[in-house]
C-alpha cells in the first residue's frame, strides 16, 4: 500500500492536461487574466472564453463557498485549453483546475445549459469540497485519510451545480437497474442520485453537517461523520438507497410503452453498437462499435448482403420442409396408433418462418468514430468521422470516405474537429459540421475533398448537430444550441441562406431524420424528461410525441424497406435492439403516478442553489499579461514516513500555477553510524517541445538487474546528473499506431555491488565480492550520451496483458560513453529489438507471437556488467513486459549454462492459446553470443510448453523445456517456474 500511494503522490503532478496524451503543445502561447479570487491561463484563439470563464467564476464563487458553509477560500488556478478534443475537466485540493473548453457534443446531455458553465462550477465545487474537509494535515492527506468515497466527490458537484436530466444521470440509472449493476455505476451518476435521496431523506443541512465534523485529532472521517449526522450507516445507507432507486425506476417503467408496443424490433449482428448507416436498398449495412467485448477500440464494419448464400439456404429449408411433409403424409407408426392424434395438432396454424438474411461482414477500420456515418446515394462510399491525432498533434475528430470499390479511405478535412457528415441526394456534396473555440458552423465539400464552403456564419458560442439534407436537396434540418442554450431544431434554406427554427421544447430536440415527402421530420426529444420520438410537420410546426417508453429510444435513420423511422434502443439486454416505428402513430400511456416518498427525491436540492450566472456580465480584470511560470508555487503533494529502524523516508512535489514546471524531490536519510542517505531531485518542463527534464540524483539512480545467480543481484546505487527528453509521436491514422523518441545526457558515478542478502539486523546489506560465471562489475564513473526510438502498433484489449491477438514493434536504442569527456569506460551499445503477435484466422484459436532481439557492444572498456550474454539467471518481467530495458536478462528456457560475447542474438517463436488468465504456450527459443573477430560457438535452439497464469502485476509461467539436442536423445526435459514475457514493450 505504501508503494501505491508513493507512486500515486510522485504522479500527481503529471496527471495534467498534457499528460493525456504526452503531447506538450510547444505552438501554444499562454496568457493570464487575473480577478480579485482568481488567475485564468489560457491560450491564443480562446481570450474571450477565457474572460466568459472569469465572470462565470466570481459570480458562482461566493453561492458555492456558502452552500459549504465557507467563508474564504485561497486565490485558484484556472487553465483553459483546446489543445485536443476531450469533454472533460479536473480539480484537486491544490486549488488548481483544468478544463478543455471547446465541445461541442456537451450540447446533448447540457440540454440548457453551455459547457463552460457547467464544467467550471463544477469543477470549482470540487475544490470548495476539499477546502471544506481539509484538515491539518498537508494534501492530499486530509482526502486520503478522510476515506470519502468518490460517489461523495462527484455526486456533490453534480448536486450543488448542476440539475437532473437524462445524461445526468437519469439514463445510466436505468442502465444500471434493468442490468441489476447498480454497483458498477460511475460514481458521477450513483454519486448524483445518492446525494438527491440524502438531501431528501435527511435534509440539505445535514451534508455540510458531515463534511464540517472533525474527530479529537481533528481529522475528518466520511463514515464516522455520515453516521453520527444520519443515524445510520454507509452501508445500510448504500443498501437503502439502491432498493429506492429500484423501486422508482421499474415503478416508472411499468407506466410507459415497452419497446415492444411501439413497433416491431429487430436485431444487428453486432456485441455492442455506437452507429450505424443502412444502404437505402438495404443491402449493405455500415457500423461501428465492438464485436469483442474486450476490445478497447471500435471497428467499422460494413455488411454486404450474401444473396447466394441466402439462395443456398432458403433452397436448403425448402428441401428439409418437402421431406417433413413426405413423412408426414406415411401410415402413423405404431405410438401414433397407440395413443392418436393430438385433438389441437391439426388445428395449429403453421408458423411463418423467418426470413433468410446473411451478411457478409468486414472491418474496415477501426479506432475511435463518431457517432454518424451515411452512404453515399450510389452506395459505393461511406462517410463518416474518426478521432485522430491531427495539427500539432491535438487529438481531434475529422471526415474521411471509406471506397468501398478502391477499398481504402481518405481524409476529406484535417484538424477540423469535423463530425456528422451528410451526403447530398446528388452524391456532388457532403454537408457538416466544424468547430473551433466554441463556435460551430455548418460546411460543405465535395466527395473529393474539393470545393468546400462554409454555409453558416455564427461568430458566437453555438453548438451545431445531426445536418441532414432535405430530400430534394433544397434545405438541411441541423439541431443548435444557439446564445439561450436551448437545443433545438432548425432548417437551413440554400438558396437564400434563412434559417428557422421548427421545434421550441426547453427540453434538447436533435437526431432529425426527414420523411421522404419532405413535409415531415422526426426527431429525438426529452420532453418527457426521456429520450422519446417526435414528429413535427415542417410547414406548420405541429410537433407529436409518437413514443413514450420507459427507457429510452434515439431516432436513426429513415427505413429502407418500409415507412418507418429506425430508432436504437437502451443497450440493456444481450442483443443489439433496432425498433422500426410508425412516425405518426399515437402514445398509449396515462400520467405518471408514483407515490412521493419513492419520488421525492427528484424534486431535492440545494438549499442555496446556483442561479443567475450570466457569462456576459463585466468583471473587474485586475491584471493581464502573459504567462509568468516561476510567479507562483502550487504545493502537489508531500509524504514523510519512518525508512527502516533509523531512517526517514521524504517525498514532496511543487509546481507552477499550470503545473507544466514540476519540482519533485525525494529523500532517504539514514541516521545510523554507516547509514547511506539518498537522494532525487527533478525538474520537467511540459511548456513546449518535447517534455524535457534535469535529475540530481545522490545513490539513487537505481539500476538492477540478475545477475551470476547472486541471491539479490545486481544492484546499483548510482549519483547521476543529466538531461532527458521524450516526445511522442503518431502520423494520425490510427490512435494505436505511435512512436516515442527519448534521449539523455548522463554523468554518473556508477556503485554497483553483488548483493547476497541483508544482515540479521535488517539494516545493510551482504555484498559478494566475486563471480562465478558472469564477469565482476565494476564501479566507476560514465558520460553517457544515448537516444531510442520505439514504434509500437498495437491495438487495445484486454487480451493484451496475456495473449495480444494482433500488434508488431521495433525499439532501436544507441549508448556511448567516451572517457575523454567524463569518467572511465569508452563503450557504444546498439540494441535492436522486434516482435509481433500475429493470428492466421479469427475463428483459429492459436495465437503466434514471434520476436528477435540483438545487441553489439563496441569499445575497448565497456563495463563489465553491461556485456551482452546468454545466462542461466533467472528473466524479471513486470506485467509481461520487459521492463529492465537494456539490462534485461538473455535466458534460453531449457538450456541452463552460459554464453559470453560483445554480440548477442536472441529470438523466440511462440503458439499460444488460452484467455487473459491462462494460458497454453509452445515455444522455440534461439540465440547466439559471441566476440567480434572470433569463431562463434554453435547456435543454440531450445524447445519446450509451459503453462501461466495472470496474477496481476506478473504472469507467472510453470513449464519444461531443453535444447534440441536432448529432446533428440530422449531425455527428461528440465522443470522451471519464472516470471514470462508476453511483448517486450
Not at 388445428?347 to 411463418?352: D, G, L, M, R, T
Not at 416505428?581 to 424534486?603: K, M, N
Not at 537494456?886 to 549454462?897: I, K, P, Q
Request: with cysteine.
Amino acid at each position: 500500500m505504501i508503494i501505491i500511494i508513493f507512486l500515486l503522490l510522485l504522479t500527481q503532478g503529471f496527471s495534467q492536461t498534457w499528460s493525456w496524451t504526452g503531447r506538450t503543445h510547444g505552438e501554444l502561447n499562454w496568457s493570464t487574466i487575473e480577478t480579485e479570487h482568481y488567475r485564468l491561463h489560457y491560450h491564443q484563439g480562446i481570450e474571450n472564453i477565457a474572460k466568459e470563464g472569469a465572470s462565470i467564476a466570481e459570480q458562482v464563487r461566493p453561492i458555492l463557498l456558502k452552500q459549504m458553509d465557507l467563508k474564504d477560500i485561497p486565490t485558484i488556478d484556472i487553465i483553459f485549453t483546446t489543445e485536443d478534443e476531450i469533454m472533460n475537466g479536473f480539480a484537486g485540493p491544490t486549488y488548481q483546475t483544468f478544463i478543455w473548453v471547446d465541445q461541442n457534443d456537451a450540447a446533448i446531455w447540457l440540454e440548457d445549459e453551455k459547457w463552460l458553465y457547467q464544467v467550471l462550477s463544477h469543477e470549482l465545487q470540487h475544490i470548495v469540497f476539499f477546502h471544506r474537509i481539509k484538515t491539518w494535515l498537508p494534501e492530499p492527506w486530509s482526502f486520503l485519510f478522510s476515506k470519502t468515497p468518490g460517489w461523495v466527490v462527484e455526486g456533490l458537484a453534480e448536486y450543488e451545480t448542476e440539475h437532473w436530466r437524462p445524461y445526468r444521470a437519469d439514463i445510466s440509472h436505468k442502465f444500471h437497474v434493468l442490468k441489476n449493476e447498480m454497483d458498477d455505476m460511475d460514481p458521477h451518476h450513483d454519486g448524483y442520485s445518492k446525494m438527491l435521496y440524502w438531501s431528501d431523506r435527511f435534509g440539505d443541512s445535514t451534508i455540510v453537517k458531515t463534511l464540517s465534523e472533525r474527530n479529537g485529532m481533528g481529522l475528518f472521517n466520511f463514515d464516522e461523520a455520515f453516521k453520527k449526522s444520519s443515524g445510520i450507516t454507509v452501508d445500510q445507507f448504500d443498501e437503502d438507497w439502491r432498493r429506492h432507486m429500484n423501486t422508482y425506476y421499474y415503478g416508472y417503467r411499468a407506466q410507459k410503452e415497452a419497446i415492444e408496443e411501439i413497433g416491431s424490433v429487430v436485431t444487428l449482428p453486432i456485441e455492442r453498437l455506437y452507429g450505424f448507416s443502412f444502404y437505402s436498398d438495404s443491402t449493405q449495412i455500415a457500423i461501428t462499435g465492438l464485436d469483442d467485448k474486450g476490445q478497447g477500440d471500435m471497428s467499422l464494419y460494413i455488411l454486404e448482403r450474401d444473396t447466394t448464400k441466402e439462395r443456398e439456404a432458403r433452397e436448403k429449408r425448402k428441401k428439409a420442409k418437402e421431406e417433413t411433409e413426405k413423412d408426414a403424409e406415411k401410415k402413423p407408426g405404431f405410438l401414433a396408433k397407440l395413443f392418436g392424434k393430438d385433438e389441437e395438432e391439426g388445428n395449429e396454424q403453421e408458423k411463418k418462418p423467418k426470413p433468410i438474411i446473411i451478411w457478409d461482414k468486414e472491418e474496415v477500420d477501426f479506432g475511435s468514430f463518431h457517432k454518424c456515418l451515411d452512404w453515399s446515394p450510389d452506395g459505393r462510399k461511406l462517410v463518416y468521422a474518426k478521432y485522430h491525432f491531427g495539427k500539432h498533434q491535438s487529438m481531434v475528430n475529422d471526415i474521411k470516405v471509406y471506397d468501398l470499390d478502391e477499398k481504402s479511405s481518405e481524409w476529406l478535412t484535417q484538424s477540423e474537429r469535423a463530425t456528422y457528415p451528410d451526403w447530398s441526394p446528388d452524391g456532388q456534396q457532403i454537408v457538416y459540421v466544424a468547430h473551433e473555440n466554441s463556435v460551430s458552423n455548418l460546411y460543405t465539400i465535395g466527395g473529393d475533398g474539393s470545393d468546400k464552403k462554409q454555409i453558416t456564419n455564427y461568430v458566437y458560442d453555438t453548438q451545431i448537430l445531426n445536418p441532414h439534407y432535405s430530400p430534394d436537396g433544397n434545405s438541411i434540418v441541423f439541431a443548435m444550441a444557439d446564445k439561450e442554450a436551448n437545443l433545438d431544431l432548425f432548417i437551413l434554406e440554400l438558396a437564400s441562406g434563412d434559417v428557422r427554427r421548427i421545434t421550441d421544447d426547453p427540453a434538447a430536440d436533435y437526431d432529425p431524420v426527414w420523411h421522404p415527402g419532405g413535409d415531415f421530420v422526426s426527431y429525438t426529444s426529452h420532453a418527457s424528461s426521456t429520450p422519446n420520438i417526435h414528429t413535427v410537420n415542417v410547414t406548420t410546426g405541429a410537433s407529436k410525441q409518437v413514443s413514450d417508453v420507459g427507457d429510452a429510444v434515439w431516432v436513426a435513420q429513415w427505413s429502407p424497406v418500409d415507412s418507418s423511422i429506425m430508432a436504437t434502443t437502451l443497450p440493456d439486454v444481450d442483443t443489439v435492439r433496432i425498433a422500426n416505428i410508425d412516425p405518426h402513430r399515437s402514445v398509449t400511456t396515462q400520467p405518471l403516478a408514483i407515490r412521493s416518498h419513492y419520488s421525492g427525491w427528484r424534486s431535492a436540492g440545494p438549499a442555496i442553489p446556483l442561479i443567475s450566472i450570466d457569462p456576459q456580465r463585466d468583471i473587474d480584470i485586475v491584471d493581464s499579461h502573459s504567462y509568468k511560470p516561476f510567479s507562483v508555487f502550487r504545493h502537489q503533494a508531500s509524504l514523510i514516513f519512518p525508512a527502516g529502524t533509523t531512517g526517514i523516508f521524504g517525498l514532496t512535489q511543487w509546481s507552477d500555477a499550470m503545473t507544466r514546471h514540476l519540482y519533485t524531490g525525494i529523500g532517504i536519510v539514514d541516521f545510523s553510524e554507516n547509514g547511506t542517505n539518498y537522494l532525487f531531485l527533478q525538474y520537467a518542463n511540459a511548456m513546449g517541445g518535447p517534455l524535457w527534464g534535469i535529475n540530481l540524483t545522490v545513490n539513487m539512480d537505481f539500476k538492477f538487474k540478475p545477475y551470476d545467480r547472486a541471491n539479490w543481484g545486481l544492484l546499483e546505487e548510482n549519483s547521476s546528473f543529466g538531461f532527458w527528453f521524450q516526445m511522442p509521436y503518431n502520423f494520425g491514422e490510427n490512435l494505436s499506431n505511435n512512436h516515442l523518441f527519448s534521449g539523455a545526457i548522463t554523468l554518473t558515478d556508477r556503485n554497483a555491488n553483488l548483493i547476497k542478502g541483508i544482515d540479521d539486523a535488517g539494516e545493510e546489506y551482504i555484498y559478494i565480492d566475486s563471480t562465478k560465471y558472469l564477469p565482476m562489475p565494476l564501479s566507476g564513473a560514465e558520460a553517457l550520451f544515448s537516444a531510442s526510438h520505439m514504434w509500437l502498433n498495437r491495438r487495445y484489449h484486454k487480451n493484451n496483458s496475456m495473449i495480444p491477438t494482433q500488434g508488431q514493434g521495433l525499439m532501436f536504442s544507441f549508448q556511448f560513453a567516451n572517457s575523454s569527456i567524463y569518467g572511465d569506460f569508452d563503450y557504444s551499445l546498439i540494441t535492436a529489438d522486434a516482435f509481433i503477435n500475429y493470428k492466421f484466422h479469427e475463428k483459429f484459436p492459436v495465437v503466434m507471437f514471434s520476436r528477435v532481439k540483438s545487441i553489439m557492444m563496441l569499445g575497448d572498456n565497456p563495463p563489465p556488467q553491461d556485456m551482452p550474454a546468454i545466462t542461466n539467471d533467472t528473466p524479471m518481467y513486470i506485467g509481461g513486459n520487459n521492463v529492465l530495458g537494456t539490462d534485461e536478462v538473455v535466458h534460453l528456457r531449457g538450456w541452463n549454462d552460459w554464453r559470453l560475447g560483445d554480440r548477442l542474438i536472441f529470438g523466440s517463436l511462440e503458439a499460444r492459446l488460452g484467455n487473459n488468465k491462462f494460458i497454453l504456450a509452445q515455444f522455440i527459443d534461439f540465440g547466439n553470443s559471441w566476440y567480434a573477430g572470433k569463431e562463434s560457438d554453435e547456435w543454440l535452439f531450445t524447445g519446450g510448453y509451459e503453462v501461466r497464469v495472470n496474477i496481476g502485476f506478473i504472469v507467472l509461467a510453470y513449464g519444461s523445456a531443453q535444447d534440441f539436442n536432448r529432446w533428440r536423445e530422449g531425455l527428461n526435459p528440465y522443470n522451471y517456474l519464472r516470471m514470462t514475457l508476453v511483448n517486450p514493450f
